[in-house]
């Protein structure tokens, strides 16, 4: 079946440490996303790459990098810099269904701090 | 640069009773994608509804349906005979059409309660 996996689906980090969130989608999109979503709130944009070895920021880039080496592989990496990691973290892609659009999301990964 | 509004952070709704989710948006662009997406407590993303911003008839998908008023940046889901199943939260979002890859945008969101 077609779709977006992201791994692992809970993840714990150590104080000073980068960890690294996979998302993979085997849908062929050029699009890909991540979006960051604390308790109880709406979805705020990471960052966004429109094709292979491109990607730009969103609205809360600071702390995340991400790489697009592959079409299929968009993984995001939440650095120690990053001081507040604590939240739950989605990855999509888009596509075209029935000649429209929309966007395809992972299960997504809660990231916690230990 | 676009934005998108919901005014109603939580709502709740008899059994089988039908309720109104508002959302409205900001954009220059003449033709756009909006979008209601569901994220029920298992936290997947699960489409509800779309609407192409040049269809002028509203979207239906069985219980589901919506008012696109576009002159007036208006995009309100109304859920028919509402179920439990149907609570959740529920995010409006925006996104560009294909000319542009750009980014999709969401709403903060409305949790929605249905009571039996």
């Known amino acids: 079946d077609g779709g977006i996996t992201q791994s692992p689906k809970y993840l714990f980090r150590k104080e000073g440490q980068n960890v690294t969130l996979s998302c993979e989608q085997n849908?062929?999109?050029?699009?890909m996303y991540w979006y960051r979503q604390d308790p109880g709130q709406g979805l705020r944009l990471i960052y966004y790459?429109?094709?292979?070895?491109?990607?730009q920021k969103g609205d809360i880039a600071e702390g995340y990098s991400v790489s697009r080496e592959k079409k299929e592989s968009f993984p995001l990496t939440v650095t120690s810099a990053q001081k507040n990691p604590t939240a739950f973290y989605l990855c999509?892609?888009?596509?075209?269904?029935?000649?429209?659009?929309?966007?395809?999301f992972g299960s997504g990964t809660q990231l916690s701090v230990l | 640069a676009q934005t998108v509004t919901q005014s109603q952070p939580e709502m709740s709704v008899q059994e089988a009773e039908t309720v109104t989710l508002s959302c409205t948006y900001d954009?220059?662009?003449?033709?756009?994608?909006l979008f209601w997406y569901k994220q029920p407590p298992s936290r997947q993303m699960i489409l509800v509804i779309r609407?192409?911003?040049?269809?002028?008839q509203n979207a239906t998908e069985n219980r589901f349906s919506v008012n696109f008023q576009k002159a007036a940046k208006s995009f309100s889901l109304k859920i028919s005979d509402s179920q439990l199943g149907d609570t959740a939260m529920y995010f409006c979002?925006?996104?560009?059409?294909?000319?542009?890859?750009?980014?999709?945008?969401f709403g903060p969101g409305t949790s929605l309660s249905v009571i039996p």
């Open positions: 999509a892609s888009r596509g075209r269904v029935h000649r429209s659009e929309k966007l395809f």
């Open positions: 849908l062929n999109h050029d699009a």
């Open positions: 790459s429109q094709i292979v070895n491109d990607f």
């Open positions: 954009t220059s662009e003449s033709n756009y994608y």
């Open positions: 609407q192409e911003a040049y269809k002028q």
């Open positions: 979002a925006f996104m560009k059409t294909e000319t542009s890859y750009d980014k999709v945008i």
